[in-house]
Nanobody
Framework: QVQLVESGGGLVQAGDSLRLSCAAS????????MAWFRQRPGIEREFVTA????????YHADSVRGRFTISRDNAKNTVYLQMNSLKPEDTAVYYC???????????????????WGQGTQVTVPS
């Protein structure tokens, strides 16, 4: 069974950086849209950023644009989320997701995504 495994979360101070990784257990998602979502305390899961299968198309939510960057290395079956200038409001569980039905067009609705990782906690104290 294909799995997505996130890593790289932790406790950091405001203004610090973190890089999250999402490793797929096989090359099943090498041509598919991959995304990061997050769930903040008391808030519904929200779209953060996504990248097309070939890496040419990217979209970032307004709340993270200019601070977060998504990238992928299909040779390593891995997607990354570089998070800079972290804020307390970025505190959340971050989830990696794969959209098996799309390789180019990015969907922002989590219901479009078929596979999810277990999540990794990012905490930025105020």
């Amino acid at each position: 069974q294909v799995q997505l495994v996130e890593s790289g979360g932790g406790l950091v101070q405001a203004g610090d950086s973190l890089r999250l990784s999402c490793a797929a257990s096989e090359r099943a998602f090498a041509n598919n849209v991959m995304a990061w979502f997050r769930q903040r305390p008391g808030i519904e899961r929200e779209f953060v950023t996504a990248i097309s299968g070939n890496g040419a198309n990217k979209y970032h939510a307004d709340s993270v644009r200019g601070r977060f960057t998504i990238s992928r290395d299909n040779a390593k079956n891995t997607v990354y989320l570089q998070m800079n200038s972290l804020k307390p409001e970025d505190t959340a569980v971050y989830y990696c997701a794969a959209d098996r039905g799309r390789s180019t067009n990015i969907e922002y609705d989590g219901r479009s995504y078929d596979y999810w990782g277990q999540g990794t906690q990012v905490t930025v104290p105020s």
